[in-house]
């Protein structure tokens, strides 16, 4: 396993640090956010330290979506009054404060608690979202 011994994460996946377990698999690692912003309020980590998305090969991210299923349906999200965030962040300036990346899955029962966020919209010229389109596709391409 490609682990970090000073990350407090993989030291929660080696067992070294107790965490309340909610489920994994050989890639991924979930368990309950220590400080939680709404009941069940889980993190999933890949067990391969690195700090943000782009670090971390795509076998690992593969598990990520599929148990974060997981563990919304075992919070009640089949049940259409159940809502709920998944967030990631990458960077301190992102909000990112453990540098190992996590995936929160978070319930949002009340328009106060779970996640809160602002949502800064802008409003793009149709020829600045063409400019962004074409410079998105041409990094891309060169990146098969
Ligand atoms: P982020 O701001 O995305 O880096 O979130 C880090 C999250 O890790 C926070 O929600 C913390 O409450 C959580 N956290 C930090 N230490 C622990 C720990 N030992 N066990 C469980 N969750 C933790
Ligand atoms: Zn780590």
Known sequence: MALNASCLFCKIIKGEIPSYKVYETAKVYAFLDINPLAEGHTLIIPKYHG??????????????????????????????DVEYNILQNNGTLAHQVVMHVHY?????????????????????SQDDLKAVHAKLIKNLEGSE
């Open 51 to 80: 700090e943000r998305t782009h670090d971390i090969p795509d076998e690992y991210l593969a598990d990520v979506a599929p148990v974060a299923k997981k563990i919304a349906l075992a919070f009640g999200a089949g049940s259409d």
């Open 104 to 124: 929160h899955v978070i319930p949002k029962p009340t328009a106060e608690s779970g996640l809160v966020i602002g949502w800064p919209q802008t409003a793009p």
